[in-house]
C-alpha cells in the first residue's frame, strides 16, 4: 500500500543551524511529492513540489528537497533556519488510486521549534 | 488574487446538532478538497470536489457530506455531531482537475468544538 512516513514528530534546533527533515514514501512509480508548512493558526502553504526533472528541488523560504529514488526519500533542508521558522511541516505523495479516485497521501507531520 | 476563504473561522457545537461549513476556492479554481486534521490523525482527507462532482471521497461516515456549487464554492454538512468530531476542517482549492497532482491552495480552516 502507497504510505508516507515522517520519521520525526519533534525536531528542535537553535537558529541559524541547518534543518533537515525526513521524509519517506512507499509508491509504485514515480511519484508527485510536496512538503507544504502550517504555521499556528494557519492553514498549509506550498514550499515545493517535484515530479520529474531536476532531483534537487528549491522552494520558497530558503528551502530545498532532494529527491532519491533508491531511497524512497524526498527529505527537506535548510542551510540556516530563522525563528519564523518554526512550524509544522507535512510532506504529501500523489496520487493514490485509480482512475477518478486518485488523492494525496499525507505524512504526519514534524513539528519544528526554533531556539533563540 | 483572494486566497481560499473559509466560514466560519471558529464554531462550538454540541453533540446530536448538525454543522455546515463554507469554502470560496481561488477565483478560477474549480477543484476542492476537504480535510479533517486532528493532533493525533493528521490531515484525513474527506472528499474532492470538480466541476461540482464529487470526485473522491475519504473513509468518513455517510454523517460527512459535501457540495460544490456552479461559481465553485463548496459546503461541507456534518450531521448529527460526535465529540470526536472536534477538529480543525480544512478547505483546499486547485487549478486543475486534481486527483492529488495540482499544487493545493489552503484556507485557514474552521476550528469546530463538539461539546
Known amino acids: 500500500a502507497q504510505s508516507v512516513t515522517q520519521p520525526d514528530i519533534h525536531i528542535t534546533v537553535s537558529e541559524g543551524a541547518s534543518l533537515e527533515l525526513r521524509c519517506n514514501y512507499s509508491?509504485?512509480?514515480?511519484?508527485?511529492l510536496f512538503w507544504y508548512v502550517q504555521s499556528p493558526g494557519q492553514g498549509l502553504q506550498l514550499l515545493l513540489k517535484?515530479?520529474?526533472?531536476d532531483t534537487l528541488v528549491q522552494g520558497i523560504k530558503g528551502f530545498e528537497a532532494e529527491f532519491k529514488r533508491s531511497q524512497s526519500s524526498f527529505n527537506l533542508r535548510k542551510p540556516s533556519v530563522h525563528w519564523s521558522d518554526a512550524a509544522e511541516y507535512f510532506c504529501?505523495?500523489?496520487?493514490?488510486?485509480?482512475?477518478?479516485?486518485?488523492?494525496?497521501?499525507w505524512g504526519l507531520g514534524t513539528s519544528l521549534a526554533v531556539n533563540p | 488574487k483572494a486566497g481560499v476563504t473559509q466560514t466560519p473561522r471558529y464554531l462550538i457545537k454540541t453533540r446530536g446538532q448538525q454543522v455546515t461549513l463554507s469554502c470560496s476556492p481561488i477565483?478560477?479554481?474549480?477543484?476542492v478538497s476537504w480535510y479533517q486534521q486532528t493532533p493525533g490523525q493528521g490531515l484525513q482527507f474527506l472528499f474532492e470536489?470538480?466541476?461540482?462532482?464529487?470526485?473522491n471521497k475519504g473513509n468518513f461516515p455517510g454523517r460527512f457530506s459535501g457540495r460544490q456549487f456552479s461559481n465553485s464554492r463548496s459546503e461541507m454538512n456534518v450531521s448529527t455531531l460526535e465529540l470526536g468530531d472536534s477538529a480543525l476542517y480544512l478547505c483546499?482549492?486547485?487549478?486543475?482537475?486534481?486527483?492529488?497532482?495540482?499544487?493545493?491552495?489552503f484556507g485557514p480552516g474552521t476550528r469546530l468544538t463538539v461539546l
Open positions: 470536489y470538480f466541476s461540482e462532482t464529487q470526485r
Open positions: 517535484y515530479f520529474s526533472g
Open positions: 477565483s478560477g479554481h474549480r477543484s
Open positions: 483546499a482549492s486547485s487549478l486543475g482537475r486534481g486527483g492529488g497532482t495540482d499544487t493545493q491552495y
Open positions: 504529501a505523495v500523489g496520487p493514490s488510486g485509480a482512475g477518478n479516485n486518485r488523492k494525496l497521501i
Open positions: 509508491y509504485g512509480a514515480t511519484p508527485y
